[in-house]
């Protein structure tokens, strides 16, 4: 009876922590001259803000800022008297929404952290052979020699890291479908290592793995255009829900977009592969074998329901992927190669 309680009261736990987000709307106001400002959260994080605001200018800013359970109530420093923090702006309307989603629609699927290849690369090869030749040769001038050693090993880890190229961003659009079709708005989960651009937009919700993450806000404010905002959290996954009003696929049709591969689960967990699906066409035979999806695609899903999972076709996949239209990009992964795109629909 115990253990049962124990893993209610963890359940419970993890779903609350599903809902909180890493970052709150706040209320700035700035005098010029001013062309940069820091304002530090603690541990929560920090955020920069560049403006280009003359003598005499002010201006007044709603932007999303770095919060953390136990911290909603700091008020931050700033690095400069004439940047001010009023307050945290009321954004029940924003957290309604999300929180009234159905859970399996809160639950983000957290993509694997990305291997990190121990082979290196044929530049880096190349060059340290001729660097332990070119040293060979001048073994006599030991001090030359240390030199040149230094400096190959220098450009050996630069090209390195060079090669190293970090991991596409992944887009999991969510689906919820009752017997009548859709259970209100799907969610749009953008995930990216490191950095992920916020566009002008703020999310419905930001999550961050590890949760206790210190997040870098850049806030560029400059110019008379939209606000744009930058997180970054060095080694934390980052993933930002919006909505995704999108026609999600079902068994009777796609009307998604054309669709690389595509799994199918029933109320027993048994899982069906079926190969491409195309935009219009129904769903297509189930294959034969037991090939699965990536585990990471699926955690915490609701026993005893139908699923459908589907990878997008490149490099143009889905039907709604043009971002805000004012910038022209998707939120989350503008200056990028195209990301992998998943959809994932429950029910009915």
Known sequence: M???LLVCVLLAADARATDASRLRIAELSATGPLASATLDFGGAGRATVRLDLAEGESRSLSVPLPT?????????????PRLRFVGWRPDAERERAFASLPLALRTRSVPPAPARSLAP???ALTLAV????????????????????????AAVLALELAFDAPPLPRIVLDFELGADGPVGDGVRWTSAR?????GVEPPLSLAVEPTETALDVRIDARGAGPVRTTVSGRGALLGRADAAREAPPDRAGNRWGDLAA??????????????????GDPLPTAR????????????????????????????????????DPAVGSTPGVSGRADPEVWIRVTGP
């Not at 909603?72 to 700033?78: D, M, T």
């Not at 001729?130 to 090993?153: Q, Y």
């Not at 595509?262 to 935009?279: L, Q, S, Y």
């Open 2 to 4: 115990r253990r049962a």
């Open 68 to 80: 953390r359970e136990g911290f909603e109530s700091l008020v931050p420093s700033a690095s400069d």
């Open 121 to 123: 690369s044929l530049a």
């Open 130 to 153: 001729a660097g332990a030749l070119f040293v060979s040769r001048v073994r006599t001038n030991r001090p030359r020699a240390l030199l040149v050693g230094a400096l190959t090993a």
């Open 194 to 198: 490191d950095r992920l651009d916020l």
């Open 262 to 279: 595509v799994w199918t689960r029933d109320e027993a967990g048994n899982w069906t592969e079926h190969g491409p699906w195309a935009f």
């Open 288 to 323: 034969t074998g037991d090939r699965r999806p990536p585990g990471w695609i699926n955690p915490a899903l609701p026993q005893g329901r139908k699923l459908l999972i589907g990878r997008a076709s490149e490099p143009q996949p889905g039907a709604s992927l043009s971002g």
